[in-house]
């Protein structure tokens, strides 16, 4: 993740007029560490008047929220800066919901001219692991990803407002606005219509694995029509729960004819190819909790 991290902070550096940064996780905010130098040339850009607009996670980004004193100095600088759904824990003891219904996007738009998105996120015990990180510098898609950020941005301030389940991106792209809810199923839906008129082979790259009932019964008559599905997952993840969840999910889906491929390594990459035509990638883990 190194050289991604490496590459956003030159990107951030370069901004002349704005900033979006969407983050699920932002750990390690002490001393040198990469949480810290995000925040500080955040804070840099600030001061120089540069727009800065973050949304971190409450759950995923709790160590930067419990640093008060530098989201301090980063919103004294002039940024706005929100955690989706923040709340103290001893609440969201009795609200399940506060845990799984999370930010888990990762996205950084600068000036309208360049926008990154995809699974990488920011803390070091993830540093020697793999992911899957796009930058664009296509206006008409940077555009799209500053709108979805807006989008999500003045859902903050009014729950009522409609998260649009597409954006056309171009000829063959589609932008999947997923927002955090029970019933915004957009990426899901998507998912389960382009596996289902697979044809020939599916690959699923990611790190967790969960069959929600719809997909595991389409997953299921796939492999029967013939289609190669295949998972690529490493053999440890970075939670041994999920790990155990995924080999029990496994067990009959191997019996069918699914292929799995472990890796030696962490790879955090959350993707689908369909038929070699069609491609999904993003902060959507292939499992139960983010797709539903």
């Known amino acids: 993740m190194q050289e991604t991290w490496d590459e956003q902070l030159a990107d951030i550096a370069r901004a002349d007029t704005y900033i979006?940064?969407?983050?699920?996780?932002?750990?390690?905010?002490?001393?040198?560490?990469?949480?810290?130098?995000?925040?500080?040339?955040?804070?840099?850009?600030?001061?120089?008047?540069?727009?800065?607009?973050?949304?971190?996670?409450?759950?995923?980004?709790?160590?930067?929220?419990?640093a008060g004193a530098l989201v301090a100095r980063l919103r004294e600088a002039g940024a706005d800066v929100y955690f989706y759904k923040s709340r103290s824990p001893l609440s969201m003891k009795f609200k399940p919901s506060y845990y799984f219904l999370r930010d888990h996007r990762k996205m950084l738009v600068i000036d309208g001219k360049v926008a990154w998105i995809g699974g990488v996120v920011v803390c070091e015990s993830l540093r020697d692991s793999e992911d899957l990180m796009v930058r664009y510098d296509n206006l008409h898609?940077?555009?799209g990803l500053a709108t979805e950020f807006t989008r999500q941005h003045k859902r903050l301030l009014d729950t009522a407002v409609i998260v649009p389940p597409l954006q056309t991106l171009g000829e063959d792209s589609l932008l999947v606005g997923n927002a955090p809810g029970i019933g915004n199923r957009f990426c899901y839906e998507r998912l389960c219509h382009a596996v289902m008129l697979s044809e020939q082979s599916v690959t699923i790259v990611s790190p967790y694995f969960s069959l929600p009932y719809k997909l595991k019964q389409i997953i299921y008559r796939q492999l029967k029509q013939g289609v190669t599905i295949s998972l690529i997952t490493p053999r440890r993840s970075d939670n041994w729960v999920a790990d155990?969840?995924?080999?029990?999910?496994?067990?009959?889906?191997?019996?069918?004819?699914?292929?799995?491929?472990?890796?030696?390594?962490?790879?955090?990459?959350?993707?689908?190819?369909?038929?070699?035509?069609?491609?999904s990638f993003g902060s959507t883990n292939f499992d139960a909790l983010s797709l539903l």
């Open 244 to 279: 155990m969840g995924r080999e029990a999910s496994l067990y009959r889906c191997v019996k069918r004819g699914l292929k799995v491929y472990y890796q030696p390594y962490m790879n955090h990459a959350k993707a689908v190819i369909v038929d070699d035509s069609w491609v």
């Open 20 to 66: 979006y940064f969407e983050q699920y996780s932002v750990e390690d905010v002490t001393l040198d560490k990469i949480g810290a130098r995000y925040i500080e040339a955040l804070i840099k850009k600030a001061h120089g008047g540069v727009s800065v607009r973050c949304i971190f996670d409450f759950v995923g980004s709790f160590e930067l929220f419990q």
């Open 141 to 143: 898609i940077v555009a």
